[in-house]
């Protein structure tokens, strides 16, 4: 069955770098677009950036852009989130999200549990 299961979260402090994986099994994973987004605590889910199956498109939502990057490793079915410059307003939790097709659509079908990421001083 399709399995995403992120990895990488933890306290950071205000203008660190943390770097998420997210691995993938149980579906073709060259063919789908992978998007992660987040929770932040008594807030609904955003989306932060998302990737095309063949890694040569890449979405940020404004939040986050200049700071974060997204790339995957096909060979390895991983996808990555390096956040650089964290906030305070980066904590959440943060979900890896399967899309439906190669592109960036932001039409999901599968996703993981999530890896929490708090930053703080």
Do not use: H
């Amino acid at each position: 069955q399709v399995q995403l299961v992120e990895s990488g979260g933890g306290l950071a402090q205000p203008g660190g770098s943390l770097r998420l994986s997210c691995v993938a099994s149980g579906f073709m994973f060259g063919g789908y677009g992978i998007g992660w987004a987040r929770q932040a605590p008594g807030k609904g889910l955003e989306w932060v950036a998302g990737i095309t199956s063949d890694g040569l498109v890449t979405e940020y939502a404004d939040s986050v852009k200049g700071r974060f990057k997204i790339s995957r490793d096909n060979a390895g079915n991983t996808v990555y989130l390096q956040m650089n410059s964290l906030k305070p307003e980066d904590t959440a939790r943060y979900y890896c999200r399967k899309e439906r097709g190669p592109q960036v659509l932001r039409e999901y079908d599968y996703w993981g549990q999530g890896t929490q990421v708090t930053v703080s001083s």
